[in-house]
């Protein structure tokens, strides 16, 4: 095979196929119709308000007032002053600083003047005039306004203080009632005593009470007598029924430090261990407010034991 003939097993035969083609063909009837066509809507059609002053707008934007004296002849009374004034076409406004000494560099604040015009910024929203800078400045992180660690988990424990203290409030305010019914059931069944009766809000009132009359000058003896948990003070009885008040007096005791330890206890888990007692012993379900024979007519008819369950 010569130089002069051309290799059928190579790739430019390949490569001259694949080429796309960039010569434009000429343009068809209909395409030229249509351009036609649109071109004789453009000019018969009439611009909107909006679309006339957008053109106007861009047309003055357009415009250099400072070389328009020469090309329009126009007079510019503001620009014969400027011009009076010391200003040269082409440089920005604003005192001219003068050099720095040998050995200092002059920064571009310094020697940086505005040559363009400050854009316009056409405004589409309702908005007030500079919301939308504030709007951008507040979504702007900045770290030295970030609150520190510390800071962030103190206003947490803030907040799970506040929040524990209302669950404690809405417990003590049930607990008041479980332990009313508690009581009573206890004393239809022949209790004399139980340490779930026990109220630490009461004894610290009547422990204020004391210290107040002492401070006074009065000399009043409470007698435990008198208190709830000894019997003779009667609550109102589940379905107006009179509850018989026993004098028996050998039921166990509760010592002072069975006491002191259940007061020390928050009234959520007071609240739960009423509520378990009251299940487990009367089968009585405080948030359905009823007493069920055994257990196996709860297990069928309570929902279950949480309030949520209600």
């Known amino acids: 095979m010569s130089a002069d003939e051309d290799d059928f097993m190579s790739d430019k035969f390949l490569k001259a196929a694949s080429a796309p083609d960039t010569v434009k063909a000429t343009e068809t009837y209909a395409e030229k119709r249509a351009k036609a066509l649109r071109k004789g809507l453009d000019a018969g059609r009439v611009k ?16 250099n007032l400072i070389t328009a004296r020469a090309e329009y002849g126009e007079d510019s009374k503001a620009l014969a002053m400027m011009l009076k004034m010391g200003f040269k076409p082409g440089q920005g406004l604003g ?26 910024q056409v405004r589409l929203g309702r908005s007030g005039i500079g919301t939308q800078t504030a709007a951008a400045k507040r979504l702007k992180l900045d770290p030295r306004k970030i609150p520190p660690l510390d800071e962030i ?25 479980a332990r009313r019914t508690l009581e009573e059931l ?74 002191d330890s259940f007061s020390a206890l ?23 407010g009823a007493k069920y024979d055994d257990e196996a007519d709860m297990a069928s008819n309570c929902p279950g034991e949480a309030e949520a369950d209600h």
């Open 48 to 63: 909107s308000k909006r679309e006339r002053e957008a053109e106007a707008r861009e047309d003055g934007l357009a415009r």
């Open 95 to 120: 005192k001219r600083k003068s050099p720095p000494p040998a050995g200092q560099t002059q920064t571009p604040s310094d020697s940086a003047h505005r040559v363009e015009p400050i854009e316009v």
């Open 153 to 177: 988990r103190h206003s947490s424990s803030y907040l799970a203080r506040h929040r524990d203290g209302f669950d404690e409030r809405k417990s003590e305010g049930i607990l008041r009632k």
């Open 186 to 259: 206890d004393r239809r069944a022949g209790t004399q005593d139980n340490v779930l009766w026990i109220s630490p809000e009461d004894d610290a009132v009547r422990e204020e009470r004391r210290i107040r009359n002492a401070r006074l000058g009065m000399t009043v003896e409470y007698d435990d007598s008198d208190d709830e948990r000894a019997g003779t003070k009667r609550h109102a009885p589940l379905n107006d029924e009179e509850v018989p008040l026993s004098d028996d007096e050998d039921g166990p005791k509760i010592t002072s430090a069975t006491r």
């Open 266 to 288: 928050d009234a959520r888990t007071r609240l739960s261990m009423t509520l378990d007692y009251l299940r487990e012993t009367h089968h009585y379900c405080f948030w359905c």
